[in-house]
């Protein structure tokens, strides 16, 4: 039965986006690689990874200048004055006018975009408007709860998602076909800060299985190390701690990860059924391999690339923080601490935070475009 | 592939542990998430943002002046849950005849949180600080309430007498100076900590003389609070601990209070009430209104400029239905500019009664028999004033449309709609105010003094013997005489109707059944000095 390799909408205007990237980035050679030269290949073909690395790391600083003028102009351009937003309803005329001195809002924008970049070439992220504080200290929490959030969240997403997509396409059109994809179907669909608050219901107030807000046991808070708590409970020792971070960690990752679980079951299914059908699958079956062996070994490998890419991206879209789920969750990440940021028109909080955003949303899918060739010997880095 | 196999084996292994595991410690778990872990009396408080800082001073929201309040202490306290004040880090004060010179008598014995003394010198250094601070933006409050910086200030001296005797020199007698006095903004905090600290004061350090100690500081998660073991008041603070902790969404917060993951939480949605009131486990506890909710008008826009069009509209609004469908109890219908527990509340005002075919005759002798068009505009998000500004709104305009009054609604978002309401650029607008001192003047002056045309008086209201009366309250000491101008004050402005005052929230809070000694205060700001929780 055909179905669209695209698994979403999303997955889809992304996906285009890659090929052409691929496109410029690697060749693929179909030839098949002769046994007597293979260790001066991989030899060779670590040194091109690493030229590749190099270069697209290159080509991130233009990308990156032209993140921050364009987080710069934006929100900029949002109706709203900082100085009102931060001194609220008790502001007296002459409070403004001085706040907006001190914060250097009288200057012309270029002047202010210029003293920013020059700050930023010099490692330094800003001072948070609202709390004073500089923000390359006060982001770093924020980023750890959200990359480990993201993290958890991914893994439960990949294995569900995989499997799910894989059983779909081998029992194609059985009831378990049928069952998987309303799974899918309903995950994408199905509004996360809704499945919070329900999960909330069920598994906390009603069950008391688990905790329902925050990363750790509030009377018992983990000592932060490196603000990734599942670390930093096995750093002091604390496997109780280490315990009550993982509780906390279920229902906040779960909600998290329906979307991309149900988008890389669907991807995983329809690349699964193209290959299932090529002859190499029927020779092996032919030579007598069990069908699970066939499947895992042999046809995940050829059907992976495609679901890589969607795991990429979607990776990078809850490491830009998940505003809704964090709200409900009262989970301290990066998307709740740039969405107040908004609020009180924190400027320098906005831009480094996005620009931060932007920098991970690349790393990571450079990291993908990396691991196409582990999947994929046949892709070259030039 | 082989080796991916095997992981995601060992991982759906493993994660199947973690849930089954998680059903298995739920009997556990359950009891220890009470309040005795570790046999300490941790209260967790749930809110729904951050602190801004913890230096009081530099300061204007409640998220963080409700922290700071347990911190730190003033030189006089607001008593229980009223705005009349009592001594604090004052046993005692004198005022001289002119209503010029306040001389505090200072407690003995206070220590800072570091060790350190609390004695004049401390007093003189703070309120240095702020009067030769020079940042309008950094010392908000006190711009706001003493009038300025250096010469500008009313307070035009502090000096310290003896070890223990302050004394306030005024430029002129400043009646609501004491009850500035008592604003938490107005915390005695520690010399030696904020030149320690300079410029991250607030950020890393907060010291003061309260019954609890700053412990950790978590952004946008928790704020730790640890009992001060040598509080000047003996056998208080009754908890071991105090924890602020942040949960943006009402629901889920009282889902995790449900849960026993915290014990107490403000911004209670009105319509989960009913079930909490059902419920054995909890207990809701109501602030006294300090606020009011109001629909301004523009007065200097036609025909807003007419008083009878302002009070036809006014006999437009059923505040009690409002009140019946919005708030589930929680507010009561306003008819004076200021609520009711504060000093110089005229309650012989009698309010606008709800007469939709008088309010049409009151139109037509305007000389607007066939109504007109107007726009309403409202807050885009709730305040504490107001709940559901959007929905109250379109009530309103509803009712406005039966005496022909047709109001398009309009909102912009926060800020926006602040800077535009200043500018004077609505012909008719929902706002309200939350009381800073629990002073009339803060709130007939700040919001309907011409003075504050510009800034707080967004109705443009201007009359001048209405300024009169503010400015004269202003400088009487003595507090009868004052109320009787403030009356006065709410008179006329009754009669000149530049607004229609609709309510006066009392927001509910809802905590677990053996919290004791909970008082939430008008301000806003809730000291726990008292609160225990019962086994």
Known sequence: MPEPLHASKAGKGREDGRDQKAAVGRTVTASQTVPAIVRCKIRKRGERMLAYSIRRMIALIPVLIGMSLIVFGIIRAIPGDPALAILGQKATPESLEQLRRSLGLDKPWYYQYFSYVKDLLSGDLGTSIRSGAPISREIWPHLAATIELSFVAMLIAVVVGINLGILSAWKQNSAIDVISMVIALVGVSMPVFWLGLVEQWAFSIKLGWLPSIGRDDIRDPVAAITHIYLLDTLLSGRLDQFWEVVRHLVLPSIALATIPMAIIARMTRSSMLEVLRSDYIRTARAKGQKMVWVVYKHALKNAFIPVLTVIGLQSGLLLGGAILTETIFGWPGIGSYIYDAIQFRDYPVIQSGILIIALMFVLVNLIVDLLYAVFDPRIKYK | ??????????????????????????????????????????????????????????????????????????????????????????ESWDISADGKTYTFHLRKGVKFHDGTDFDAEAVVYNFDRWKNGNDEAKFAYYVSMFGGFGDKSVIQETKAIDKYTVEFKLKTPFAPFLKDLAMSPFAIASP?????????????????????????????????????????????????????????DNTARLNALKNGEIDLMDGVNPSDLKDIKNNKDLQIFYRPPMNIGYLGFNVEKKPFDNPLVRQALNEAVDKQALIDAFFNGTAEPAKNPMPPSIGGYNDAVQPYEFNLDHAKELLKKAGYPNGFKTELWTMPNPRPYMPN???????????????????????????TYLEKLAKGEAPMFMIGWTGDNGDADNFIYTLLSSDAIGSNNYSRYSNKQVDSLLKKAQTVTDENQRQELYKQAQEIIHKDAPWIPLFHTKPALVGKSNIKGYQPHPTGSDSFVDVDLAD
Not at chain 2, 18 to 31: F, I
């Open chain 2, 389 to 415: 500004p959007d929905k109250i709104a379109e009530a309103i305009a509803h009712n406005f449309k039966k005496i022909g009054v047709d109001a398009k609604i309009q909102t912009f978002e926060w800020t």
């Open chain 2, 192 to 248: 030696k900590a904020i030149k320690k600290y300079g410029d991250k004061y607030g950020v890393d350090a907060a010291v003061g003389t309260g019954p609890f100690k700053l412990k950790e500081w978590k952004r946008k998660d928790t704020i730790t609070l640890v009992k001060n073991k040598d509080y000047w008041q003996k056998g208080k603070p009754k908890l071991d601990g105090l924890i602020f902790k942040v949960i943006p």
């Open chain 2, 1 to 90: 592939m082989k080796r991916f196999f095997w992981l995601a084996v060992v991982v759906i292994a493993s994660l199947t542990l973690v849930l089954s595991g998680c059903s298995s410690s739920s009997s556990g778990d359950k009891s220890s998430s009470g309040n005795e872990k570790g046999g300490n009396k941790v209260l967790v408080f749930g809110r729904g943002a951050d602190s801004t800082s913890l230096d009081p001073a530099v300061v204007t929201d409640g998220e963080s002046l409700g922290v700071t309040k347990n911190i730190y202490e003033t030189l006089v306290e607001y008593k229980g849950q009223t705005t009349d004040v009592g001594p604090g880090l004052a």
